[in-house]
C-alpha cells in the first residue's frame, strides 16, 4: 500500500477519482520523473528505484495539470470532471482514441469535426459551443470580413477545382474581367464547351479585357519584361472567344483608354453571387498576385464594391468581337 500524504494521496484526488493502473497514471502525467518509461520497456517492468520514489508531494496532481502549458481546455475538464468521465471512457462514447482526447484537452487551440464536438458534448451533458467557443468564432465572421471565404498570397495557390466549381455552379451570370484572362484557358479543361452549354441554359457569359494595341498594355509589358507579353496573352483568349463562335448570351469587350489603368491593377472574377479578385501587385504577373474568395452578403459590401467596380468599367467599354 502507498503511504498516506504520498502517490496514493495524489492519485485520490485525481480530477477523474479513483486509483488508476500504471498505465493510466503514466498516461496522465501522475507518476514521478523515475518511473518514466524507457523505450521499449513494457509497464509491468517498472520498479520504485528506492523507497523514497513512492513519496511525492501532495501537489502532485496540480502539476500533472499544467504540465501540458498554459493553453488547457479547462472547459472540458470542467465537464468531464462533472460527468465522472475519463478520457478513454469519453473516447468511446464519441468513437476517437484516448490520445486524441487527451490532445484536446491539452491544447485550447486545437478544434475537433463538427461531428466529434458534438458528440463529446452530449456525452458531457452541455453544449459544444462552451467546449470550443473557437470553433463558432472561426465560423461565424460578423465583422467587415464576413465575405471572404478564403484569401490566397497568389492567385495560383487558389486550386483550379475552385475555378470550375465556381464557373459550373454558376446559373446566371459568369463575369471575366481580367486584363488578359488568358490563364482561364490553360486551367480550366474545354473551357470553350463549357460557355457554350452555360449560354445555352441563359447564363450570361462576358469577358472584358484590356486592349492588346492600347498604351496602357505596352507599358504593363515593359513592366512584366516577359517572353509572354500582355498583347500576346489578349489575342491568345480572343482567338479562344472566336473559336467559341457567335453565341447568344456570350459578349466580349475592350476597356476604354482612360479606365486602362484601373483595370489593368484589378481583376475581377465574377459567378453569380461569388467573386474571385485579384489585386495586381507592381511588376508582377496576375498569378503572382494575391487572391480573395468572396461571396456577396447584402448591399455595400466588399462583393457588391468589387462586381460594382468591374461593371463600370463594362459600360465605358467598346465591343471586342
Known amino acids: 500500500m502507498l503511504e498516506r500524504g504520498g502517490l496514493g494521496d ?30 521499449g520497456t513494457p509497464f509491468r517492468t ?20 499544467t504540465s501540458m502549458g498554459d493553453d488547457l481546455n479547462t472547459a472540458l475538464r470542467s465537464a468531464m470532471s462533472a460527468a465522472g468521465l475519463t478520457p478513454r471512457q469519453l473516447a468511446g462514447r464519441v468513437g476517437v482514441t484516448g490520445k486524441t482526447v487527451e490532445r484536446w484537452l491539452s491544447d485550447d487551440d486545437l478544434i475537433p469535426h463538427a461531428r466529434n464536438r458534438e458528440d463529446a458534448a452530449q456525452a458531457l451533458g452541455v453544449d459544444a459551443t462552451m467546449l470550443w467557443p473557437k470553433a463558432v468564432r472561426d465560423v ?88 509572354l507579353t500582355v498583347s500576346t496573352r489578349i489575342r491568345i483568349t480572343l482567338e479562344h472567344l472566336h473559336r467559341l463562335g457567335p453565341v447568344e448570351g456570350v459578349e466580349a469587350r475592350f476597356t476604354a483608354p482612360e479606365d486602362a489603368m484601373n483595370h489593368v491593377s484589378l481583376s475581377v472574377f465574377r459567378f453569380d453571387h461569388s467573386a474571385l479578385v485579384t489585386p495586381h501587385l507592381a511588376r508582377l504577373v496576375g498569378h503572382d498576385s494575391p487572391l480573395m474568395h468572396l461571396r456577396g452578403a447584402g448591399e455595400g459590401g466588399m462583393w457588391s464594391r468589387f462586381t460594382d467596380h468591374a461593371e463600370e468599367l463594362w459600360e465605358r467599354a467598346t465591343p471586342a468581337l
Open 10 to 39: 495524489a492519485l485520490d484526488g485525481h480530477r477523474y477519482g479513483g486509483r488508476r493502473s500504471l498505465s493510466q497514471q503514466y498516461r496522465h502525467g501522475l507518476l514521478p520523473s523515475l518511473w518514466r518509461r524507457q523505450v
Open 46 to 65: 517498472y520498479q520504485a528505484h528506492s523507497p523514497d520514489s513512492w513519496r511525492v508531494p501532495a501537489v502532485a496532481s496540480e502539476n500533472a495539470q
Open 140 to 227: 461565424l465572421k460578423t465583422g467587415s470580413d464576413r465575405e471572404i471565404v478564403r484569401s490566397y498570397p497568389y492567385r495560383s495557390a487558389c486550386p483550379s477545382s475552385v475555378w470550375g466549381e465556381l464557373i459550373t455552379s454558376a446559373k446566371s451570370e459568369l463575369f471575366f474581367a481580367g486584363y488578359t484572362n488568358y490563364f482561364l484557358w490553360l486551367e480550366q479543361p474545354n473551357l470553350v464547351e463549357t460557355l457554350r452549354r452555360k449560354a445555352a441554359a441563359g447564363c450570361r457569359v462576358r469577358f472584358l479585357m484590356g486592349d492588346p494595341a492600347g498604351e496602357v498594355t505596352r507599358q504593363r509589358e515593359a513592366i512584366e519584361d516577359v517572353a
